[in-house]
């Protein structure tokens, strides 16, 4: 069976239709053919019949070609903006993952991205070598195997060492996990790679029978990529209405960005459950000032129902959720032609802090400001413009790839910044399973004022459910100190807990923290036993 989608288990839709329009003119044909009660033309068709009927099997046939060329994954699709081309490969057994890698490549095109794509079968080791940035889009068949198109890709290429020091690449693996080798040739493509030097981009994204949400935590990346955070979801989210119930500033004074501590509250009658190291996809809005503002010049009625995302709506409620138009390109539109212009906003990912059995579900954000000063998107919504009591849309998605290890095992927990959000979820299921062999390295500006959820950390670390905490603010000497420092300092002791079997878990910064600490773990316990790592699910990161 094949394990990318579940689509991959019955034929495919287009097949299926072409098979259904053909049953269909043939039964035409013949509910025709009673109607023809005159002889059939003896003699051959004269000069003009032949002509007509070659002009139209030359336009059905060039059609037929020109549709089929419409319909598939370009195999070598060139975007220039003047830059280096970033490749997107594709290794698919249904079609599946040459329909996203298209996506992908059509995203980041119109982030102005100059962009090649191509098949996997299509590419070999001199190409890789010559290609600064690719992304390969790769399903799984059977138990692990790779697609048939892939094999000889496999063959002459993945079965060889290879040296692509200035490669930088990511991975998106789609599978099924109901087979034992989950996504196994992405994690085989992902680990080759690696080995041939090759820096990673973001983490591998592993894709569960075409699930909506890891593609989305696909999107957020190539977003993050394109430098073009605000590219619209490929699919709508199914939010919940949660309630902001406080918020709090946590570090005043800060020579970094305002950081808040925010608590909110499950629907009526919800009984919402979630893992350490899951996310909570928030669906922002914009201020009620700027949608008002908006509506004044365009001269336009709030309460006007109109309909978006499927629903309907005041006019004033859908702008709160889309991207705000020029006044200038609107003006004149009636609501409902105004609202079917919108582009919903996209939805922004947050590490949840918290565990259900604390009651509550806690997020960290640091508010961040765009090169014009306005608010971010998402910050500018959780930090500022919503108001305690309001309803916020939210979603929790399930991280797999960052779920605690088995209580007995020994946990290396390391971040910097809001990276503490997901490792004190850790520490709080941790500490509900009575597991106490935690060491916390975590790192930030000064300890005074961003040393975030201390209280709960100190607390912890006094009742021996902290065995080890290494602290490292980059502000407070004179020389800058950062965790991988810390990590560094107490290599011997890394190599014991990782000889006891301890895992390690990194959540923070993809830029500085996330490449640091990768390179310390690499020269303390070399390639091959971080590979290991890796493979055995012991060394695991939720990097933004």
Same mark, same amino acid.
């Given at each position: ?12 839709? /287009?097949?299926? =239709?072409? &098979?259904?329009? *053909?049953?269909? !003119?043939?039964? +035409?044909?013949? @509910?025709? %053919? ?74 980041? /095109?119109?982030? =102005?991205? &100059?962009?090649? *794509?191509?098949? !996997?079968?299509? +590419?070999?080791? @001199?190409? %890789? ?85 890891? !593609? ?329």
């Amino acid at each position: 069976m094949i394990a990318s989608t579940t689509a991959a288990r019955r034929m495919p839709p /287009a097949t299926v =239709g072409n &098979g259904l329009v *053909l049953l269909g !003119l043939l039964a +035409l044909a013949l @509910a025709f %053919l009673p109607l023809h009660d005159d002889a059939w033309w003896p003699a051959s068709p004269l000069p003009a019949h032949w002509a007509w009927a070659a002009i139209a099997v030359a336009f059905y046939v060039g059609a037929s070609g020109w549709l089929l060329w419409r319909s598939r994954p370009r195999r070598d699709r060139e975007a220039t903006n003047g830059g280096p081309q970033l490749l997107v490969a594709w290794a698919s057994q249904t079609g599946f993952a040459g329909q996203l890698a298209e996506r992908t490549a059509a995203t980041l /095109a119109g982030a =102005g991205i &100059g962009v090649r *794509l191509c098949e !996997l079968a299509d +590419l070999d080791a @001199a190409t %890789l070598a010559t290609t600064s940035r690719a992304l390969f889009v790769v399903s799984t068949t059977g138990e692990g195997d790779p697609p048939d198109p892939a094999l000889a890709f496999v063959r002459d290429v993945l079965a060889a060492p290879a040296a692509l020091p200035t490669l930088e690449f990511a991975v998106l693996a789609l599978g099924d996990r109901e087979y034992d080798h989950f996504c196994g040739f992405g994690h085989r493509l992902d680990q080759w790679l690696r080995r041939a030097g090759a820096k990673p981009l973001f983490d591998l994204v592993e894709v569960d029978n075409g699930d909506a949400g890891a !593609l989305r935590h696909w999107q957020h990346h190539l977003g993050l990529l394109a430098q073009a955070p605000e590219l619209p979801d490929w699919s709508p989210v199914a939010y919940e209405p949660w309630q902001l119930r406080e918020r709090a500033e946590l570090n005043p004074g800060s020579a970094g960005g305002p950081v808040f501590d925010l608590t909110l509250a499950p629907p009526a009658q919800a009984r919402p459950a979630w893992q350490a190291g899951d996310i909570a996809e928030i669906g922002p809005r914009n201020s009620n000032d700027a949608v008002d503002a908006l509506l004044a010049v365009l001269g336009l009625a709030a309460d006007s129902i109109v309909d978006f995302g499927g629903k309907p709506r005041p006019l004033a409620e859908a702008l709160s959720r889309a991207h705000l138009p020029d006044p200038a390109e609107v003006a004149g539109l009636d609501a409902r032609t105004l609202a079917d212009a919108l582009k919903p906003l996209p939805h922004r990912e947050y590490s949840i802090a918290s565990m259900p059995h604390e009651g509550k579900l806690q997020l960290l954000v640091r508010h961040m400001r765009r090169p014009d000063g306005r608010s971010g998107l998402g910050s500018g919504w959780l930090c500022e413009h919503a108001a305690p009591g309001a309803t916020v849309d939210l979603r929790i998605r399930a991280n797999p790839n960052f779920h605690p290890p088995a209580p007995e095992r020994p946990l290396v927990l390391v971040g910097n910044g809001t990276g503490i959000a997901g490792l004190r979820a850790h520490l709080s299921a941790r500490v509900q399973a009575g597991a106490s062999r935690n060491w916390l390295l975590f790192g930030e500006r000064n300890r005074d004022r961003d040393f975030h959820y201390h209280a709960d950390i100190e607390r912890w670390q006094s009742e021996g459910f902290l065995e080890r905490l290494d602290l490292a603010f980059s502000r407070d000497g004179a020389q800058r100190r950062y965790v991988q420092h810390a990590l560094r300092d107490a290599a011997d002791t890394l190599r014991a807990w990782i000889d006891d079997g301890a895992a390690i878990f990194v959540c923070g910064s993809l830029q500085g923290m996330a490449p640091g600490v990768d390179a310390a773990l690499r020269e303390m316990l070399g390639d091959a036993r971080v590979e290991q790592l890796l493979l055995d699910g012991r060394y695991c990161r939720d990097v933004y």
